[in-house]
């Protein structure tokens, strides 16, 4: 199925959201931060859902949300929060919750090591609630901004090797990297969630699919018995109607 996110949605009263995005789309994967944090909204949620012919899935918090955290307390309250996403995820029948890998400190160089250890203490707890909460876990792979831990498809493997952990394949933040068909190759036997934008190789723009460099025919030929969600990460529904439309296109 095609669906919708966007942080942009976060901003917005949840329920005049799931009424806008109902009428476009059949899946909305919800970003648990700002105004759609869950913790704060899952009643509501609760509430308003059965309304609509609308399947969830859950990206879980990413303001202030590091499972890379060098400061344990802080580790530990951003597994938290994705642990909390799982439970609510749970509550509105979502079945896949994705959460980012974390980040290498800002301020101090040459950590980087002991930042992907911690992210992996982090992934090993989540890997082990996701089977007890019968929910799919994704870690997702992140652009080339300097201090993202999961930039390349041997930094995912190391993230998750050892463990059932699934992998949310981010295309356009893949192409950020030059790491499309190592991802696919290296990790396609995991992959359990698609994000899906486009963007000139440069930066995360999340674009419109075809306002940008990304070759996707190729990448989704590669993908072909991949069988769950593409998720349109948008800069609006407007947007996402767009791609919505040039994706299916490329999926017959």
Same mark, same amino acid.
């Given at each position: 199925?095609?669906?919708? !996110?966007?942080?942009?949605?976060?901003?917005?009263?949840?329920?005049?959201?799931?009424? *806008?995005?109902?009428?476009?789309?059949?899946?909305?994967? /919800?970003?648990? #931060?700002?105004?759609?944090?869950?913790?704060?909204?899952?009643? %509501?949620?609760?509430?308003?859902?059965?309304?609509?012919?609308?399947?969830?899935?859950?990206?879980?918090?990413?303001? #202030?949300?590091?499972?890379?955290?060098? $400061?344990? %307390?802080?580790?530990?309250?951003?597994?938290?929060? $994705?642990?909390?996403?799982?439970?609510?995820?749970?509550?509105?029948?979502?079945?896949?919750?994705?959460?980012?890998?974390?980040?290498?400190?800002?301020?101090?160089?040459?950590?980087?090591? +002991?930042?992907?250890?911690?992210? *992996? %203490? !982090?992934?090993?707890? /989540?890997?082990?609630?996701?089977?007890?909460?019968?929910?799919?876990?994704?870690?997702?792979?992140?652009?080339?901004? +300097?201090?993202? @831990?999961?930039?390349?498809?041997?930094?995912?493997? &190391? @993230?998750?090797?050892?463990? &059932?952990? *699934?992998?949310?394949?981010?295309?356009?933040?893949?192409?950020?990297?030059?790491?499309?068909?190592?991802?696919? #190759?290296?990790?396609?036997?995991?992959?359990?969630?698609?994000?899906?934008?486009?963007?000139?190789? &440069?930066? #995360? &723009?999340?674009?419109?699919?075809?306002?940008?460099?990304?070759?996707?025919?190729?990448?989704? *030929?590669? @993908? !072909?018995?991949?069988?769950?969600?593409?998720?349109?990460?948008?800069?609006? @529904?407007?947007?996402?109607?767009?791609?919505?439309?040039?994706? +299916?296109?490329?999926?017959?």
């Amino acid at each position: 199925m095609i669906g919708v !996110s966007s942080t942009t949605f976060c901003a917005e009263v949840v329920e005049e959201c799931i009424a *806008k995005i109902s009428k476009e789309f059949g899946h909305w994967e /919800i970003v648990s #931060d700002g105004e759609h944090h869950l913790p704060l909204v899952i009643r %509501r949620l609760e509430a308003v859902a059965p309304s609509y012919d609308l399947k969830f899935s859950i990206h879980a918090p990413i303001s #202030d949300v590091n499972i890379a955290s060098l $400061t344990e %307390r802080m580790r530990e309250a951003a597994v938290m929060e $994705t642990i909390a996403a799982m439970e609510h995820a749970i509550q509105i029948n979502a079945k896949v919750v994705t959460f980012h890998p974390g980040y290498e400190s800002m301020v101090i160089p040459g950590l980087k090591s +002991r930042s992907a250890e911690k992210a *992996k %203490r !982090s992934i090993r707890t /989540i890997d082990r609630l996701m089977t007890e909460f019968g929910i799919t876990a994704c870690v997702e792979n992140m652009p080339s901004f +300097r201090f993202m @831990l999961g930039k390349t498809a041997k930094e995912m493997f &190391d @993230l998750v090797d050892g463990t &059932d952990m *699934k992998i949310c394949f981010d295309i356009g933040h893949a192409n950020t990297t030059s790491q499309i068909d190592e991802m696919i #190759d290296l990790l396609g036997d995991r992959i359990r969630n698609i994000h899906i934008h486009d963007n000139n190789g &440069d930066n #995360d &723009d999340h674009m419109t699919i075809g306002d940008g460099n990304i070759n996707f025919p190729p990448a989704l *030929k590669k @993908l !072909s018995n991949y069988k769950g969600n593409y998720i349109i990460e948008s800069r609006s @529904l407007g947007s996402a109607v767009t791609s919505r439309d040039r994706l +299916r296109t490329m999926l017959l």
